[in-house]
């Protein structure tokens, strides 16, 4: 029922990456809520969205009970602490923003796997894995972004994100239903496929050209 | 399945609230599409989804059928009406808004309880169970402002609302969990306190303020 | 389970409207991201969500599993590929947009109709039931509108659309129902309908006037 029950239990240093990405999330959350005047709701509203969104619409797709935020009844609470002292953190945030690549690109890593592998455990097809991965590792943000009415980041030109997570969901579920690899060989070849992607879109700004009807 | 069967039902006063909450949360609905030009069908949309928005997350989120307005389908027969007659609303709500307050007021108190009650029987944690109760009670117009393509207003400085929900949910659950209450003497505690806190909260102007970055 | 194994399995053309909607509700999902500068990621994200936004509501919102999608999974790879293609549709779509109108009501005609029926299947009321249908068959593109951050065009004075659905819905229910028509009867008699009022709607621009308060 818990994540940590599932199969990944394994892997303790897997709850670590777990728990820094509800965090780094949640301040991504409070950022982008700052920027739009709104109160210490708000920014728990969107910080709880940026952080769950994903995972909520996976098992809502899937049909999984309880939700995360439900049977990991602590990480709400996380996230209100975050918000409360959102005042805080946004005095230091422009500071560590540099740091939060990492943990972030760590959590979609996992966020995206577990997706992956809890769709292929609910019987889809490897494309719907795939999507239902990338759906729960980058869609906490197009919630937010929607939330905060604003055309979601994730979708306009900026360093490939989702495309990371695809990407890393094929070589996990590749190395497990075609290498006959181990669970833990493919979820850390996954990782580090995501996350190598990731930070080299982001140093060498590897953008998708926008899609424009000819005028 | 339905309200009148849950064990509320002692309680048949608590219909009559129900029933005048629906058509306020409408009527505000229909404020809302108003100002955004929409058609009759927009009106609709918009009134349905502040009447039954919160209460249908809630549902999906606890994986509960049928939802509200499935499991009382009299009630988007009454929304109809309301969208209908909607031009003839629109010309006397000016004078009626003052008296709006009141049964909202009510109606948010009460799903927001029902919602928290549905959550602690699922065996959610006392956290979650008061976040369900106030997205049940307060999130119908965060995402009436969402299809109308406004930040919603929940999440800006305005008159407390959502911390009303939450104070009285606290007060319900620790009611009956702490002091051993009753079910009708925790309910009537809860609707006392988040009605009295939002009147006050209104009428003074309480809000908390814009979380902004530092600049 | 899949679409094809439902009572609608007796006619097999029913397939090929499916098909051809999933493609034209794909390209106008292109067209929507294509003005809002969305690179090809968004450009299938909001595809998809035109394509399967109203089925998915549906399934969540009567429980059912699988959704749409993730049941016919071959739907997403034709979703992806018109992504992957979308530059080229849109050097062409100009041309053929004209051409789109037709399959477009067929595909909402279709939706709306089987939506109606898994409604009435899952024991709804009759009004609940043609809701659902409509929302299957036109909450694609809201849901589309509503990730570009625009405000739905469905609710805006339009030609008549959604209108056209719940029309057709009501006639497919009063001929099974009232008339005790087949089932095959039934669903041309709401085909025809759909698609006679949406052509005529869109050939005589038949539009709702916005609802505005009185200043």
């Known amino acids: 029922m818990l994540f940590g029950e599932y199969r990944f239990r394994l892997m303790p240093y897997l709850v670590l990456i777990e728990f820094l990405a509800v965090i780094v999330s949640a301040i991504y959350g409070v950022l982008l809520a700052a920027r739009k005047g ?21 098992d809502l797709f899937l049909d999984r009970t309880p939700l995360f935020w439900i049977g990991n009844a602590h990480y ?28 972030d690109a760590l959590g979609m890593a996992l966020f995206t796997l577990t997706g992956t592998a809890y769709a292929m455990e609910a019987g889809t097809s490897p494309f719907v894995a795939v999507l239902l991965g990338v759906i729960t590792g980058t869609f906490g943000g197009v ?18 994100n989702a495309t ?5 969901a094929w070589v996990y579920w590749g190395m497990l239903e075609w290498g006959g690899f181990a669970e833990t060989y493919a979820l850390t070849g996954g990782l580090v496929t995501i996350v190598a992607f990731r930070l080299a879109a982001v140093k060498w700004n590897w953008c998708f050209p926008a899609i424009r009807e000819p005028t």
Chains 1, 2, 3 share one sequence.
Request: aromatic content about 10%; some cysteine; hydrophobic content about 60%.
């Open 143 to 160: 919630l937010g972004d929607v939330i905060c009415n604003e055309v979601p980041s994730l979708f306009i030109p900026s360093p490939l």
């Open 38 to 58: 709104m109160d210490v709701v708000g920014v728990f509203v969107v910080a709880f969205a940026v952080a769950f969104g994903g995972g909520t619409l996976r």
């Open 76 to 103: 709400p609470v996380v996230v209100l602490a975050i918000a409360l002292l959102s005042g805080i953190i946004l005095r230091f945030v422009g500071r560590i923003r540099p740091y939060l690549l990492l943990p």
């Open 164 to 168: 990371c997570a695809f990407t890393g």
